[in-house]
Nanobody, 122 residues
Framework: QVQLVESGGGLVQAGGSLRLSCAASGGTFSSYAMGWFRQAPGKEREFVAA????????YYADSVKGRFTISRDDAKNTVYLEMNSLKPEDTAVYYCAAAAAMGRLEDEYDYWGQGTQVTVSS
């Protein structure tokens, strides 16, 4: 059983940056692909980014490509989401998740964190 805890959310002005962290425990972190998803008010949860278990491959939603960067530090059992050039439409609760293989569908992920709020003001 893997436990995931996100941190780093907050309030930022448009054009600003934030770095989210997701700390994992209770499993072999290095064997999991990791993903970030987000859910804005009144909308369904959507895929943001994913990284495979060797960090050899990453995958991004078109809406964040070029602005967000996913990375992982297996020694620290942590995955990160560096978010730059933030826009008001990036406002959402951000969730990290763990899966056996990298994917963009929620059903592919077995473990989820509680989420961290990101609010981008205009």
């Amino acid at each position: 059983q893997v436990q995931l805890v996100e941190s780093g959310g907050g309030l930022v002005q448009a054009g600003g940056s934030l770095r989210l962290s997701c700390a994992a425990s209770g499993g072999t972190f290095s064997s999991y692909a990791m993903g970030w998803f987000r859910q804005a008010p009144g909308k369904e949860r959507e895929f943001v980014a994913a990284i495979n278990w060797r960090a050899a491959n990453t995958y991004y939603a078109d809406s964040v490509k070029g602005r967000f960067t996913i990375s992982r530090d297996d020694a620290k059992n942590t995955v990160y989401l560096e978010m730059n050039s933030l826009k008001p439409e990036d406002t959402a609760v951000y969730y990290c998740a763990a899966a056996a293989a990298m994917g963009r569908l929620e059903d592919e992920y077995d473990y989820w964190g509680q989420g961290t709020q990101v609010t981008v003001s205009s």
